[in-house]
């Protein structure tokens, strides 16, 4: 008896990619508010969603320091099951209701690759970093506290995909007015077999579902984004024209299972 | 019009993990034919296959260095497209014939993850080495030549998880005499909907086409090779009981299509 | 004009490894009270340091995650100035009084390598991680509080050089009680003129000076701690015999001088 | 009695970053010449070093997969001892005689790192990728022939510092009419003692002494290069104003000695 929630499947089942759901998050995020171009916005929906007619452009930069566990105390082993992500959510509408969607995202390990191609997260393998908050008191510390300073990058095959800096000055009181839209996905797996590799063997729109979702510690203030020019990539379409806030946040879910908003094969 | 063989989709298509068909590929291998406990080659074995009774627990662990290129000239991009692969090649019986199939493998490029994936290698992410040879001649150049030595390793999340050494002694006229099984592989992609995560929406029994396969310069010596036991892994099962002879060898070939030997969910 | 604290220097002085001093440091912490075989201790001390007897080979095995800055914001450009470090201190007598001593630490960072290396920290790169506390609350998120469970290890060239485990019981109230011995180093660096290769250029015993220190929020439990065989590596000499408490805390301090306890050429 | 070339020592020695000369090296090199500002490469130059008036700025940028050993075959440990590089030549006079400077250089390796510190190359941690070739016939295979295309790279911190590409044409039959100048370093170890931060503790001007010179199958062609601003990065300022030919070759050397031209603190 084969075992394995991902591939490679083996009689123990400890190769497998990653441990079978449920899944269990937290995270330190930054999150920058901007505006891109509406146009390249609307060119990266899949079929079913449509542009916001009233977010022209809008769209969150996401930095993420993860942290992982399933039911066997995975998070005591960092090495495997910490991790850290970069994306971006696009404002769009699905059956007339505001939701987000996910065109790119970045992580520093295959476990993470593996859940999130499963979801419909079309990760790939990154470089990123975000300043940190610590306790001990310093210079560089970073604390939670009006004036502190953070930074943040992406990177992928040594090239920067993009830069953000975050200057904090007040508590958000309540986190729903800003992260307020359920993020949709593109599942997707493709054909080799060579009179199909333009039919994917699958191809669903989906609506991430998150538990216990918990947002903490949101604190907002001035930001900066830059997306430059990488020659091999796509992401510079999304480049701000306008950057909005910066939001520093605390941010938990557990996941265990998923839904699939369509069939496009169907 | 979103385009890419993998994701993530885009207008232009160049974010995408990896460029579609025709993939090229060429290599340096180091192989190592062993015998591990012909009880746990079994146990490996997805339906459809099943072990070779001649051959006794017998498995190659290869390594390679790798360079790829699609039809744009990607080998000029080698931060993108060259990449380092390990992997445990056992034997087995499909339909009557001698088959290899591919229980693990471990890359340290996404791209290759993604192709990997849509031909059922079950590939995850670690850092692997070879010695190489260089034209320049030294101490350190390793010359294709009676007496050289190569070493090679494989490791996943700060572990090892196989080293072998290899002594080259002579030259092999014929490689058809040592590397002549096809290979299979499972391809496979799970589901996240909660009442479906044991069925799988892809799983299929798959075999490798390689067209314009060139091996050559292959040599062979005394070999060593021990899998250690790792916390979390399970490719130790394959451990050597007996070790064969050591080969060093060139390998081309291209990929432009993929053929299905059984459809499980069918 | 050429500038830089660490070579490459240039005009600019941007290109250097790292700033000049003030050094300001920010850490998570996980450190492992043990007990080592006191003749393999006594057998790393320099000349001038002599085994502490009361202290029968205890050591401390620590993992900290740092953020690092100097006079320009540093830390908002994470990078570059955020790393990992491992290290072992034991514990040693010098002048009659009780130090610590540092003959093994690992870093993924360059510009930590070369601040490192001007103190006297014999540092080398390797891979480390730790369990991280996170605020919003999670199975994922190990509080600070009795139970929480964490985990560390550190790898060099796909080895695994150390791992450790801690559960946590309770809080400790004065840091002093534990970590009161200040800590030693070798500042060292060789010649390669061929008749001067056994005579270094610089050979000194240094005391490390921290201004600021801050030790916060520690906690204190039992401890798991491994130092396996590695090939190529001595730190298993210092394997746990036996294993005491672990710790886990916040620690920040400056960097702006150094003492010279020992000219070793002089 | 504790070992070690370079830190850390230890009784038995094996943990150093480096084992001790003699050192033997064979590598694939690619090599730009190019001109940059003349302003910008005299800047670079330490004392004792004059711009080569009838250079006009000329330099290299060269890009090397590197394979080291020892005198106990360290090079059948690839994972510690095979590493890629990245650096820049500019031309200079030492004493009315053409010389080569090295004002940067990038590897992937930490005892790299601490053998190039001991020569005087001022070398940092970074990513770098040359497209290699192989054996094996495909079009991946990028073969020493005509038209043969080839690309390079080096990053740090996920910033991309240059960016090469060559198309061979030529076989060049006799190597020492395009490399023919000695390399001189900067030899450089900072001290930390807060009264004499300014003051380093080393710092000469030296001269690489190469044994057993070989410089195999070199080929010429046309070639491009880009250096681009980097924030914290000082290289762009020997960003090419008019790019030469570019090359590709084999080379290999041992290293037992360095002459020390200048002692800047006699």
């Known amino acids: 008896m084969l075992k394995g929630y991902t591939v490679p499947l083996s009689p123990q089942g400890k190769s497998a990619g990653t441990p079978p759901p449920p899944w269990h998050y937290s995270s330190d995020c ?12 609307a060119a990266l929906l899949p079929p079913g969603l449509s542009p916001d007619a009233k977010s022209a452009g809008r769209a969150f930069f996401w930095f993420l320091d993860w942290q992982f566990t399933s039911e066997n105390d995975e998070l005591t082993d960092p090495a495997r099951y910490q991790y850290r992500e970069a994306f971006i959510l696009i404002d769009a ?19 993470a690759i593996g859940r999130g191609w499963a979801q419909g997260y079309p990760k790939r393998h990154g470089s990123i970093f975000q300043t940190r908050t610590f306790s001990a008191p310093s210079a560089a510390a970073a604390p939670l506290a009006p004036g502190s300073r953070f930074g943040a ?4 095959h040594g090239e920067r995909i993009a830069t953000a800096r975050l200057q904090l000055e007040t508590k958000v009181p309540d986190p729903a007015t800003v992260f307020n ?4 996905m593109r599942r997707y ?12 063997a699958v191809d669903e729109l989906t609506l991430s579902l998150t538990d216990n979702l918990a947002i903490v510690d949101v604190w907002a203030g001035s930001a900066e984004l830059s997306i430059p020019v990488v020659p091999g990539e796509d992401v ?31």
């Open 30 to 41: 930054i999150a920058i508010e901007y505006w891109a171009n509406p146009d390249a916005v």
């Open 93 to 111: 509408v699905y059956s007339g209701k505001p939701v987000s969607y996910c065109p790119y995202i970045f992580v520093d390990n295959e476990a």
């Open 153 to 156: 990058s992406v990177s992928a």
């Open 181 to 184: 839209r359920p993020t949709t």
């Open 189 to 200: 797996f493709p054909q080799l077999v060579a009179s199909r590799q333009n039919q994917p």
């Open 236 to 266: 510079h379409s999304l480049a701000p024209q306008r950057v909005g806030r910066g939001y520093r946040l605390g941010m938990a879910y557990s996941v265990t299972d998923l839904q699939i908003l369509k069939n496009y094969l169907a």
